[in-house]
């Protein structure tokens, strides 16, 4: 897998990834650079080490990690407890869809995305079709309506593949989700994949909780 890796920049890979019933990838849209003149280029330091980093960590929660932290938040996962979190992603692939560094609100994402979108779903699809990938829980509906598919379908929960909304739930408070299953189709996947969009943790007035009664059976559902 490392071809395929290297054009993530380097894939986390939890140690039971593999293992799980039904294989998992939690899809983020970038590294983000503090420095203008980064902007664009690769970043120095590989996801994998990014995720593993915020899993060693001991002291007190920097910026750094919110991110990660509120991800598995969104799972119902209790962060402050270091076994319970270290499970959660030990369970799970996390990725990037835009492959270089991106300023803090600068845009560059989103144009990249524009400019960029047929290559980076190729990208994806070569990733998930390689490892199997079941389930994608896509934080940043920006980087979800990239991706290929009814985007409209409703939100699928269990095995069964039903249907609660007939279309996405919008800015509901703080809450905006969406769902759908990607059928299998030579632009896409070899094989269905359900496809979750939330909207970015770094979203002003982002909050986990309400996340997880829509995630938690979900992920339980694919790791049970």
């Known amino acids: ?66 991110f990660f ?14 076994q319970e979190r270290a499970l959660f992603w030990d369970k799970v692939y996390f990725g990037n869809y835009v492959d270089v560094l991106c300023g803090i609100k ?10 960029n979108e047929d290559t980076y779903n190729q990208t994806l699809s070569q990733f998930v079709n390689r490892c199997q990938i079941d389930t994608i829980f896509c934080f940043g509906i920006q980087v979800f309506d990239h991706l290929p598919g009814n985007h409209y379908a409703g939100i699928l929960l269990g095995e069964d593949g039903s249907v609660i909304a007939d279309k996405r739930i ?28 939330m909207m970015h943790p770094a979203y002003p007035g982002f909050s986990p909780k309400p996340f997880a009664e829509y995630l938690k059976p979900v992920f339980e559902d694919c790791c049970g």
């Open 170 to 197: 919008g800015k509901n408070g703080n809450l905006e989700i969406a769902g759908y299953l990607c059928e299998p189709s030579p632009k896409t996947y070899d094989h269905p994949v359900r496809i979750y969009g």
């Open 106 to 115: 600068d845009g560059l994402a989103k144009t990249l995305m524009e400019q």
């Open 69 to 82: 932290h509120q991800i598995a938040l969104s799972f119902g996962i209790d962060v402050n407890k270091e």
């Open 1 to 66: 897998l490392q071809e395929v890796f290297k054009m993530y920049h380097g894939v986390y890979e939890g140690t039971a990834a593999t293992a799980q019933r039904k294989k998992i990838l939690i899809l983020g849209e970038s590294h983000h650079g503090d420095r203008p003149e980064d902007a664009g280029k690769p970043g120095d330091i590989p996801t994998s080490r990014v995720v593993q980093d915020y899993l060693d960590w001991t002291g007190p929660m920097e910026d750094g990690h919110r």
